[in-house]
């Protein structure tokens, strides 16, 4: 026991475990990087998820002379059923990356590697809101201003409340767009500040 | 146990196989990435320029009867100035980004890793681009098949050639989305197989 270099404690023989090494030091910030991760991907699930119910809850039917009762929905434009699909997937696929994330924090189950993958596939789910956003955008513009070079009217001066339901889930999706942005640029950064990690 | 070179795993106490050199074999890759990333970024710039030059020119004037010759043209609609100005920009962009990745392979006067940070950028431009095509297609797509609902009626069964040009553009528009994820992932890529960097 003498013999061996480990430094012992002259007051009760036990050994004293050796210093750390600096590993520890650079631990914290990837951990912290692994919570907003999580803290992000709720936000990005919450969006996703108000952004369908405000979308698909906007149903409005109004009294139009000479042609009745007539209902809007968002089911009657492609580019609103394009933008429900891909904020569904968004939603979905934070569900599951949280999960996941959620899961390298509490216990490595996942491997905290595994979780550099959802980088790429952020990247694809960024692609889709971010068109989905743009898809409903466009369309919504048009029912709100019209387009007099093709005789298209204007719809939300007489569907005033399914207006509002389709501007407010567009916000919400813009909103989750720039929290994927934060989400692929976490990652990026993440990988980029590894410990003694030569530079690129 | 300090003074023996053999490192020991500290929580098993097992001796650690002694790392493999394979620090030589991933250099190459590392410029490879860099040669890559310059022809992603010039199929960018080439799809970006295409995309703007077919929507721009995408001019036609029909004879309609009771209205006489009418014109249609991308600045007659929101949806697709949007789209020009974002492709636009991304073509620009690209240009810049071009420039500063052959700067980087042939002298290096732009620091490697100076160029991680277009990773940030990129992510933008993407979302960007993807946007502008979502925005622009959900129009197209409403003058394509018009709207019965709302009363829309098509655009596409008289302008032909406007409509081919639209289509055309967009096709091209996706395929610059399609560059710029391959873009980010190459990013991602090149950060996460570092030479020599600890698993995250």
Not at 140 to 153: E, F, R, S, T
Not at 168 to 196: K, Q
């Amino acid at each position: 026991m003498a013999s061996t270099d480990k430094p012992t404690d002259p007051e009760h023989g036990k050994e004293i475990p050796p210093p750390k090494p600096e590993v520890p030091a650079a631990a914290p910030p990837a951990v912290n990087c692994f919570v907003l991760d999580v803290a992000l991907r709720v936000l990005l699930f919450a969006a996703a998820l108000t952004a369908v119910i405000i979308m698909v809850t906007g149903e409005q039917t109004k009294l139009i002379p000479l042609l009745g009762n007539r209902k809007a929905k968002f089911n009657h434009s492609p580019a609103f059923i394009y933008f429900v699909v891909a904020l569904s997937v968004a939603g979905l696929y934070s569900l599951i990356t949280i999960l996941a994330s959620t899961s390298v924090i509490l216990k490595p189950f996942f491997s905290k590697k595994f979780l550099v993958y959802f980088a790429y596939t952020d990247v694809l789910i960024l692609g889709l809101v971010a068109s989905a956003t743009g898809s409903a955008g466009g369309v919504a513009y048009v029912g709100l201003k019209g387009n007099k070079h093709v005789g298209w009217i204007k719809v939300c001066s007489t569907y005033d409340t399914y207006c509002q339901h389709i501007a407010g889930s567009l916000a919400v999706s813009l909103f989750a767009s720039v929290v994927l942005v934060f989400l692929i640029w976490l990652s990026i950064f993440s990988l980029h500040r590894r410990p003694s990690a030569p530079p690129l």
